[in-house]
């Protein structure tokens, strides 16, 4: 089966993107697998380096505010469509799955065009522009939270309800053997896992020395791992030493997590970021949360889809504007001080874990080619 994915710009495009490819290889042996993305945004590094090829468009998305670059902007959008059409037309795919991003929408327009089976991806709550522009061209939406169906009413699509792809490893590894690596000895009580991305949150940061120099230095039973981000690893780091953090056995300062799923499988609670991505991984080992959306996402998406949780007592949700110390102290002390508490907020979580969704895609995905 030949098959084109398209989604780009940020790693919560990209990342459904490379695990449905992934999804394809493995459930249809022989498979060819090529994406189209841009130069700027990160499918440039993280699709070759996952061993795909990637074919470059010449697209950019549309300013929010009246602005004369949009109109250069919607020359581009209609000149990369008529530019996939011809690359489409002559390479003929079986399929064409589009996970969000401005590059989706010249690619999978074209592909709806040429009458080529084509399938979305929506990971946030609320569906992206880019995906709103496309629900009637589609042959089917996957979307990751029940909720945003309502959102694609109308929609010619297939609606499916799958969650999302997140790496193996969250659900192949138990908390047992987890916990085992990263307390060997058993000295901890709990376990409460911080981050604020790959490149870090500097509010975050800040907010968690405040938190270590009360909450940590009186709870000793708790262990805190901490991951700054590259960006703000050095300026922690200094301050970490300057009040004389580094001294307490209880809290381990990193720059990146690189077995992220262990350490969070292992995690007794989590405080981080919104992102799709996380609260997928989160809720498919029915993780406890304290949730910071992220100020700085395009519509709001992080706030919506820490929302969306919250609501349901599967997490609960911290404004970024009133993130602080004293606040994380507050709500790690209910978490931890509160066993039923804990629990329920647990079973929340896994309330909205999907357990079948590589099955699940791969069945739409045949059925839409058929």
């Known amino acids: 089966m030949k098959v084109v994915m398209t989604g780009g710009g940020t790693a919560g495009h990209v990342n459904p993107a490379l695990s449905i490819a992934q999804i394809i290889e493995s459930g249809c042996p022989g498979s060819q697998l090529r994406f189209i993305g841009t130069r700027r945004g990160l499918e440039s590094k993280l699709v070759p380096k996952a061993g795909y090829p990637l074919y470059e468009i010449e697209v950019q998305g549309l300013r929010r505010s009246l602005s004369p670059s949009n109109f250069k902007v919607l020359w581009k959008a209609y000149t990369s469509y008529r530019q996939c059409r011809k690359m489409l037309k002559e390479d003929r795919p079986d399929l064409v799955v589009g996970t969000g991003g401005y590059v989706c929408w010249p690619v999978c327009r074209a592909a709806a ?3 080529i089976p084509t399938a979305l991806h929506e990971s946030n709550a609320e569906p992206g522009f880019a995906v709103k522009m496309l629900k009637n061209s589609a042959d089917v939406i996957f979307v990751n939270f029940a909720d945003t169906e309502r959102f694609l009413k109308g929609s010619k699509a297939k609606i499916v309800h799958v969650g999302m792809p997140i790496h193996r490893d969250f659900t192949r590894i138990n908390k047992t053997e987890a916990r085992r690596e990263v307390d060997p000895e058993g000295k901890w009580k709990y376990i409460l896992l911080s981050f604020g991305g790959s490149l870090g949150a500097a509010h975050l940061n800040e907010a968690m020395l405040e938190f ?15 991951s700054a981000g ?4 050095a300026e922690m780091k200094a301050k970490f030493e300057e009040t004389g953090l580094h001294r307490l056995e209880n809290v381990r300062l990193m720059e990146y997590i690189y077995d992220m799923p262990r350490q969070m499988v292992a995690a007794d609670a989590v405080i981080c970021r919104s992102g799709a991505s996380t609260l997928s991984e989160l809720t498919a080992i029915r993780k406890a949360s304290i949730l910071i959306p992220s100020p700085n996402v395009t519509n709001n998406q992080q706030y919506k889809n820490a929302a969306l949780l919250a609501d349901k007592g599967a997490a609960l949700l911290l404004p970024d504007a009133e ?8 709500m790690v002390d209910g ?6 508490a804990l629990r329920a907020m647990e079973a929340a979580a896994g309330a909205f874990a999907v357990t079948d969704t590589e099955e699940k895609i791969l069945k739409t995905l045949k059925d839409i080619v058929k």
């Open 113 to 115: 065009s040429l009458g």
């Open 212 to 226: 270590m120099a009360t909450y940590m230095k009186a709870h000793p039973e708790v262990l805190l791992i901490h």
């Open 230 to 233: 590259s960006r703000g690893y």
């Open 323 to 330: 993130l602080c110390g004293t606040k994380l102290c507050q």
């Open 335 to 340: 978490l931890f001080g509160d066993a039923n």
